[in-house]
């Protein structure tokens, strides 16, 4: 939907936001004012407000509050109050307006208005529009790299200087000398949807973190587990001898694998009783190969996954007793298991969040 | 041979036995979840017939808390209770809350996360003259410890059951001790107790807390249950016999029926959503009335 398409229905009256009455004053009729699309008068009873409106249709958290302080600049001076007119906003929209102290209302019912003189909240209406170009899922996949290496360091001085960060914290592209999966593109494309919601800023090269609790729901929100192939059994070698038999052919430069975040817990000290060493492999021939085992669930200790993508293979770290996924895998996967690996996932979470260094033991 | 137990090397048990290779851990008997954790090494390594095969056994994970019900005697003799406080003080953990709550950093050079030691208590009876404001157990006369104040744990003094720690210490040295677990029965108040609260918050019947009360209490009673040798059927029947009339047991009997009786009962869905696999509600149900006293 255009914002000229809006303002439109906003002329005609086809706009409602029970229990308050609307009715559009178009243009304003004592301004030259260039940034409003006109006065809107909200009644309620006897009360009667007047608010200077901007119609927009891109509701990005950025975009929200850049249009808001240019509303609110504009109204201030004329005794309005300034109000965002969208298609549509979800309840998480509404309360990001909210707490900026903008008023906002939709095209389906939805909207928050608090003034001195009138406080009405509505949500749970829903979209009838579909927005335009919804920026790309920094979260999720390949992108989510890039998202997990400003949890590393918050500061990078380019671009350029990220993307090389994230292939040098990643194995598989590194020894492939390739970036398969973490092209400049995506990493470009990643950091502006972190900026458009408000998680990074751009500091003319710059890309500095300024919202991580943010950036963590939304790595927590969309994680999603690998869906390779995968063996369950029991295998008669040591822990020992499994990672030396990996660790071998992983020095070929073809191959590579890692304890998934859940077999890390330990090693993190986050968690106890885990039996099974469950693994993340980049090719599950070779290493069935490697790991003879007997195909089961009864007294499993060991499973095998098969996962080729970079992202779990991340920030891996090694010890004398293996390789063990980053602490950030490690926290997603427990912020996503069972209520016992949820309550350990809170030890990654708070060493996450200040930002100490962990290393596995 | 590989064992079960040896397979993964587990966090907390350097600091369990740091603990339980002291004297004054005698008056302390583990539980919670690592208490499980425990006991299901132990009866693995030793091949102990149980309720459900061991093969069947969901596993039993475990955060970094150390639950300890302490003895009622370290209330009336202040020799224990200091006994207690010196041994946790020597390892470096400090009070955290209360006297009940210690602590200490789970990494070097960080103050948090921290690594906890909860104590907990049944409630005195009044013959044992120990003071209790309800929340805690053993107030007064200026003692260094004190046990959360728990109602449900009224048998978890009796018939308890003696398994084997072993492993490293913090310190690298081997260490073998032996660690009192609570018997089923006592156990089984105590998780039914709290998955029921879990589902009376969830229901909105129960004020919610801050820390959201959690469903891994139903997959514990369900675990408890798995892992009853048949010595400890047989005292579980004496324990019914005993605490027959108890008010808690009987609240408690109720409460197991409303979330364990049907296999579309809510403990019971949790339990499946939680171990990851079936278990055999029949066998662990008959087990439960059996042992509860149903």
Redesign the interface.
Known sequence: MREDEIIGWLRKGEFAFAPAELRLVSPPADTDNRVGDGILELKWGERSLLFLIQVKTVATPRAMVEAGKQLKAASDPLGLQPMLIYPYLSEERLLKIEENGLNALDMCGNGTVRTSEVSIWRSGQPNQFKERAKPRNPYRGDSSVFARCLLLREQFESLTELREFAISKTPLNRREGESEGLALATASRAVDALEEFLVVVREQRKIRLIDKSTLLDGLKKDYRPPEGNRILGRTSLTPQEIWARLEAEGATGSFASVATGLSSAASYRALSGVTVLSLYVTDLVRAKDLIPLDEGRAFANIELIEERRPLVYFDARKTADGIWSSPIQCWLELANGGPRDQEASQILLSVLKSGNAVSPQ | M?T?SS???????PHLLDIVEQPGAANMMLTG??GL?LK?HFLAENQVETVVP???WP??????DLDFILKMSVFIDRQRADDVANLLKALGYQVDWGNLQFGKP??DG?E??R?VVDLISRMPTATEKVKSDGTRVGIGKGSPVHGRATVEAFAVDRIPIPVIAKGRNTAGREVQAEVLVPHPYAWLQMKVRAAHDWYEEREGRMAIMKKHR???HC?DVALIVAMMTLDELQGASLLVQEFHEHPEAVKIRTEAEVLFSLPTSPGWIEVR??SG?ELDHNAIWSTVTRSLGL
Do not use: C, H, W
Request: aromatic share 12%.
């Open positions: 590989i079960e397979f993964l090397v587990d966090p907390l048990l979840g690592f954790n299901r061991r093969s069947e596993s039993v994970r475990a955060t970094q789970l990494y960080i948090e996360p690594l959690s469903p891994k997959f959503r939680q696999r």
